[in-house]
């Protein structure tokens, strides 16, 4: 058996299977086909609906992969085949040339300087040149530069070698060949994402012909500070910023002539965004997005679209563009569109965005074809949506867009769960000790402190506001720093390098980063620090993005003042800064579940099949939630043998322990030592990590005479009726009425409920297949079938079902008249209201979050968002965690979704609380507190002020001491202590103080 | 002359007001530069020797923000700030000194627009009342 696990993909899905993977004591090699990791994620300028810039995220990521001691980068590199069986596969890895010795190269760059060819630069879209030679982008991992053998001067004549002669470490290998290896591991996870859709393939817009239509991807670079214009948006043909953009949606997506059926999934929020993000850049801009439905239906979605729509003036027009015209004078584009009212309008605009969709790429097909998966006749990974992260071979899984289109969260969360999939297989790892290989500390008792400052440009997100240069020359000045210098991207792996050198070169003993928030990037830096043998804690960081360039972008001279002071307070905190050492702490290997629904028991079962014991608690008396309403999904898979088979796997895994009826009473403790309370049986359980599954609740309309007429029901009674003794009497039917977004996307709830547009679809189908004779009405506002879904959308429409879309000024008008129940609805194609009198009126009703999450937040210290919804610790790249260690979340508690996505997210809440449960020992948190007994006088102030319970009082010696191992590190008792004998490591009295000063 | 430029020293918690004024960066929302924000845990650790320390060093206003009652992430730090900070106030009143030159606020991680605009609205009552009188004495 092979305890290795193999990623095919390195875009962010495979980076964080992989590091998922690698944290649970697997090694794992990570197959990428191009000469970087970062996928796609690498080339976006800003992530919605946080707007996060997008390499900021990402980058720290990339780090973490490339120097993972339990990951293999194998890059430029593609499987060609895999034969054996689950846990002893055999693959054969086709590594091509790069005509650069991986292991000789630095990094320096000087080839890429040197080379006299220069080609169009693939990651900029074409829209900037680069050289034959060069590293992809600079936060590019590894950061080796390839070879482009078909453009090079020396393989196509014979002469030139520029780059080898300047190559100092003679890294370059013109003769290097290709080279197959042959890997053995446990399991495989497909991670090889998607394409863009190629817009030339609709010519009537125009791309490739007219020079002012470009693609969203090529948009998205333009809109980059590192991209070809560094960020000023300008228009292709003359350089100009343009005044009037058009951007169109569901180009090849949501057709099937040139394009594809199904959704695409991101583009409806990436316009958004891109709206916004240009509004930033150009205030003057006016943008307008043609669209069909806005497909909001993710967490913040719909607020996003109103901030584009209200502050950024983005105009939303529900229409089809029809043709484009291109001035041949000014390259102004004519366009002429036809509105849902059927109006058809002409405009000129400056610029055209096509929305292009995502589709399967030729080189997942082919790794899918190499490794014999299936797929669908569209060419995505074919799943079971009670198993969306396994394929149809056992022990290969997926994750990310391979397997549809999706976003970088659902992405994520895919890859926790395919990685803890890949990991159950493998069954119990030797719990091994994560080690990693740092070299021996610095002793820095009685050496003065020698202070390396960087200050980050950070792109131009800091540098086009903060005159960087001169930071750095003032900062050099300043006593102690001993090196001061700015870096283009200091997160950037080669970054990194400079930092060690600097370290070695100039024996600095404490470094001060002046760049971005430390709530991110202070880990990565400390690894660093660590690597140079510099103690973690002998570093500070300054924050002149977030808080200085961003919000002072109006006034560079005196943001560059404040980048100046924010950085000297760092560098004074610095220079009084202690050493620091962690404790380490035991791991309790048992996992509390709240809630037994679906996300829950899957969370449960993959727990326990790695061999940790599993508490899971219900409230109710069955296990199953919402599950055991849901009788099929949309695909048609009866859900009832699955809820059966998961209920007595559950009952029957010796390793679950079942609390049936059950609350929680009170939880304390911490990652890995918890401790909760739970009523009944009123006794405590020890625990290392907490899993919130406690699941969401359909809303129970007040609108619509709903629960004033027997005729008036929900979407769940619905199905109810429809898988249950009631259906003869639906078939008597003659009318049907759907309303959707009831309870959703209104003022009280301003979320999309995500899962009700394609429920209304499959009981709408559901009905017209038991009888065809109906005529069946939904009304709606979007319909957002994303996705794959979207083929439901259009069988219904082909069934006859007829969709008539409402506005939320306008809400349909139900009320009793002589004929029954009446619903009035202005339809805006016919500019008619229409008065249909169904026989059965059926409330899309959203879903709305647990009323216990409140409570459960409190015991638990993690937030909610503003509807009540658990807030993961970063929207984008860490779905399933918390700012607090050691608790995850899952399913409905943290927005709605549907089954396969709670599936997916459940196993990667597994996933990622495997990470913490396969250590024997985590460290703790080395900015404790800590007594000077010689100050003590023992008056027990501190212990009164610890909710911790971490100080007592020595009777003996007659004072404080403090548990290291429960200290938060608040420095309550800090400031409360009169004597000033307590301090807080990291924080201490001192270092404020002297930072004071320097302010 | 040119305009008297306040300037504030904000101790902010690490897991609310500071992250909501990292969402105010993120959100590109523009406030005066008048600020300068030292990160702390919590602010339950916010000695009030911090507080005079700022305000003897020539800081105009001391701006302490943390996480909204109910929400501290060490459960009771900020009743702990806000009673601290209460008799801070209140003893330099005695002293005949303006209290309002410290504002203790409570700003969530979500509240980017409100530490932007708590930042702007401080610095324009600052200036409505001038310099710092402290600063002055030193000066003799």
């Known amino acids: 058996m092979h305890k290795k696990a193999m990623v095919i993909g390195g875009g962010i899905a495979g980076i964080q299977a992989a590091l998922d993977l690698g944290e649970m004591g697997v090694e794992t090699y990570l197959v990428e086909k191009g000469p970087s990791v970062g996928g796609r994620m690498a080339q976006l300028d800003k992530t919605f609906p946080t707007n996060d810039c997008a390499m900021c995220i990402l980058s720290p990521k990339l780090v973490e992969v490339g120097s993972h001691p339990y990951v293999t980068i194998v890059s430029n590199a593609e499987v060609l085949s895999l034969e054996g069986s689950p846990c002893n596969f055999r693959v054969k890895v086709l590594k091509k040339p790069r005509y650069v010795d991986e292991d000789k190269c630095t990094g320096c760059g000087i080839c890429m300087s040197k080379c006299p060819i220069k080609i169009p630069d693939p990651y900029n879209k074409g829209l900037s040149q680069t050289k034959c030679i060069r590293i992809p982008f600079p936060q590019a991992v590894p950061a080796i530069p390839i070879m482009d053998k078909e453009t090079c001067r020396y393989h196509l004549t014979g002469k030139c070698r520029v780059c080898e002669k300047f190559c100092e470490v003679k890294a370059i290998d013109f003769e290097q060949k290709e080279q197959v290896l042959e890997l053995e591991v446990g399991s495989v996870i497909l991670a090889c994402g998607s394409q863009e859709f190629n817009a030339s393939l609709k010519n009537e817009y125009g791309y490739k012909l007219f020079p002012n239509v470009v693609t969203s991807i090529e948009f998205e670079r333009i809109l980059s500070a590192s991209g070809p214009t560094s960020g000023h948006v300008v228009r292709p043909s003359d350089g100009k910023e343009p005044k009037r953009i058009a951007i169109l949606q569901c180009v090849g997506s949501r057709e099937t002539q040139a394009g594809n059926e199904h959704c695409s999934a991101i583009c409806c929020m990436q316009a958004a965004k891109d709206a916004i993000i240009t509004q ?109 992260v396994n394929t149809t071979r056992p022990g290969v899984f997926s994750c990310g867009s391979i397997s549809g289109p999706k976003d970088i969260p659902e992405s994520v969360m895919e890859a926790s769960g395919a990685a803890s999939a890949a990991a159950a297989l493998l069954g119990e790892l030797q719990s091994k000790e994560i080690r990693f290989e740092y070299p021996q500390e610095l002793d820095i008792r009685g050496i003065p402190p020698r202070v390396g400052v960087f200050i980050c440009r950070c792109g131009i997100n800091i540098a086009s506001t903060v005159d960087v240069p001169q930071v750095v020359e003032y900062v050099s000045r300043l006593p102690g720093v001993k090196h001061a210098q700015e870096l283009l991207f200091a997160c950037a792996q080669d970054s990194q390098k400079i930092i060690k050198a600097a370290i070695e070169e100039k024996g600095l003993n404490r470094i001060v980063v002046s760049a971005c928030t430390p709530r991110t990037h202070e880990p990565m830096f400390q690894k660093t620090l660590k690597e140079s043998g510099v103690n973690p804690y002998l570093f500070e960081f300054a924050n002149i993005r977030e808080q200085c360039s961003w919000v002072h972008q109006k006034e560079p001279e005196k943001a560059t003042e404040k980048a100046k002071d924010l950085t000297r307070n760092s560098i004074v905190k610095v220079v009084f800064a202690e050493p620091l050492y962690k404790e380490t702490l035991d791991v309790k290997k048992e996992a509390l579940i709240i809630g037994g629904g679906l996300a829950g028991m899957t969370a449960a079962l993959d727990l326990a099949e790695q061999n940790f014991q599993v508490h899971l608690v219900e409230k109710e008396k069955e296990l199953g939630g919402n599950l055991r309403h849901v009788h099929t999904t949309l695909k048609g898979e009866e859900s009832a043998p699955i809820l059966k088979a998961l209920d007595e796997e559950v009952n029957k895994n010796p390793r679950i322990k079942l609390y049936m009826n059950a609350r929680i009473r009170e939880i304390s403790g911490y990652i890995g030592n918890f401790k909760t309370v739970l009523d009944p049986p009123l006794s405590e359980i020890e625990h290392g990590v907490v899993i919130i599954a406690s699941g969401g609740e359909e809303y129970q309309p007040k609108e619509y005479l709903y629960g004033e007429d027997d005729r008036v029901v929900t979407q769940r009674e619905l199905e109810d009726m429809l898988n249950g003794s009631d259906k003869s009497k639906l078939s008597s039917l003659a009318t049907v009425v759907m309303i959707q977004c009831v309870g959703s996307r209104d003022d009280e709830r301003t979320y999309c409920s995500r899962v009700c547009c394609s429920n209304a679809i499959k009981n709408a189908i559901k ?68 008065a249909i009198n169904p026989d059965l009126l059926v409330l899309s009703a959203g879903i709305i979050p647990n009323p216990e999450n409140k409570l459960l937040s409190q015991f638990l210290k993690v937030p909610l968002d503003p509807d009540g919804f658990f807030l993961e610790a970063h929207v984008k790249l860490r779905p399933v965690d918390f700012a607090t260690d050691g608790v995850f979340v899952c399913g409905l508690a943290h927005y709605p979704k549907d089954i396969g996505e709670t599936i997916a997210q459940a196993r990667a809440a597994a996933g990622r609380a495997a990470t913490v449960l396969s250590k024997d020992t985590i460290e703790a948190e080395g900015k404790v507190s800590y007594i000077r007994e010689e100050r003590c006088n023992g008056c027990g102030a501190c212990v009164e002020v610890c909710v911790y319970n971490a100080i007592e009082l020595d009777t003996e010696k007659r004072i404080a001491t403090i548990n290291e191992a429960l200290c938060k590190g608040c420095g309550a008792c800090a400031a409360t202590c009169l004597a000033s004998a307590i301090d807080l490591k990291g924080f201490r009295n001192e270092q404020i103080l002297e930072a004071l000063e320097a302010i | 002359m040119q305009e008297f430029e306040p300037r504030i ?106 530490f932007a605009d708590t930042t702007a609205q401080m610095v324009e009552e600052l200036k409505d009342k001038g310099p710092n009188p402290i600063k002055q004495l030193w000066m003799v």
């Open chain 1, 280 to 388: 930033e850049h150009l205030p003057e801009v006016q943008t307008a997005i043609f669209y069909m439905d806005v497909r909001a239906y993710g967490k913040g979605f719909d607020r996003f679209v109103d901030m584009a729509k209200e502050q950024h003036k983005t105009r939303f027009i529900c229409g089809r563009i029809a043709s484009v015209e291109s001035n041949p004078h000014t390259d102004t584009l004519l366009i002429q569109y036809i509105t849902q009212e059927g109006i058809i309008n002409r405009e000129e605009f400056d610029l055209l965005v096509l929305s292009v969709g995502l589709e399967p790429s030729e080189s997942s097909m082919d790794a899918a074809r190499r490794l014999v998966v299936f797929m669908d006749t569209r060419g995505f990974l074919e799943t079971n949506t009670f198993r969306p």
């Open chain 1, 767 to 834: 009905l017209k297949e038991l009888n065809p004779r109906p005529a069946v009405y939904v009304l709606f506002r979007d319909i957002r079938t994303y996705g794959l879904k979207e083929s439901f959308y259009r069988s219904a429409r082909e069934k006859g079902i007829i969709f008539i879309r409402y506005d939320k000024e306008e809400k349909p008008d139900v009320h009793k008249n002589s004929n029954g129940l009446a619903v009035d609805v202005r339809d805006k194609i016919l500019n008619k209201t229409l």
């Open chain 2, 9 to 114: 020293v904000a101790f902010l918690c690490n897991w609310c007001t500071y992250t909501g004024a990292d969402l105010a960066g993120t959100s590109r929302l523009q406030y005066p530069p008048n600020i300068r924000i030292v990160r702390l845990m919590c602010t339950g650790a916010v000695d009030t020797i911090y507080v005079l320390k700022a305000l003897i060093e020539g800081a105009d206003g001391v701006l302490i923000g943390g996480c909204h009652p109910g929400d501290c992430h060490y459960q009771t730090g900020n009743y702990k700030a806000r009673r601290r900070i209460t008799i801070l106030k209140k003893i330099l009143n005695r002293f005949g000194y303006d209290e309002d030159r410290i504002w203790l606020r409570w700003i969530s991680a979500s509240e980017g627009k409100l």
